[in-house]
């Protein structure tokens, strides 16, 4: 759902709303964990600096930033949020990354 802006509505359609959104951003979020969890088993067999990947990071960032702009949101706000979905999703891959290494 859209906002309409000739739309005026309440405080508690506002919540509603954003409820709904924040279902959709955590299916997705797990949607991106399941393929972080499969990059860390790929990456196995290569050092910590695979995982942390700095490049790709900068690379990803640049990419949302854009999408922010094309989408009309805030890049300043969607560069943080990024910086630290990626953050956290670092540090479970290295988790996943370090089980593998021990089990391979």
């Known amino acids: 759902m859209r906002v309409d802006a000739r739309r005026n509505p309440d405080l508690t359609e506002i919540r509603e709303a954003i409820n709904v ?28 600096d695979a995982v942390r990947a700095p490049a790709r990071v900068d690379a990803v960032i640049a990419r949302v930033r854009s999408l922010a702009v094309s989408g009309g949101a805030s890049p300043e706000v969607v560069e943080r949020t990024y910086r630290a979905l990626i953050a956290s999703f670092v540090e479970l891959e290295l988790g996943v990354h370090s089980r593998e290494s021990i089990g391979h």
């Open 21 to 48: 959104v924040d279902e959709r951003i955590v299916e997705l979020i797990g949607e991106r964990q399941a393929w972080v969890e499969q990059a860390g088993r790929l990456k196995r067999d290569q050092g910590e």
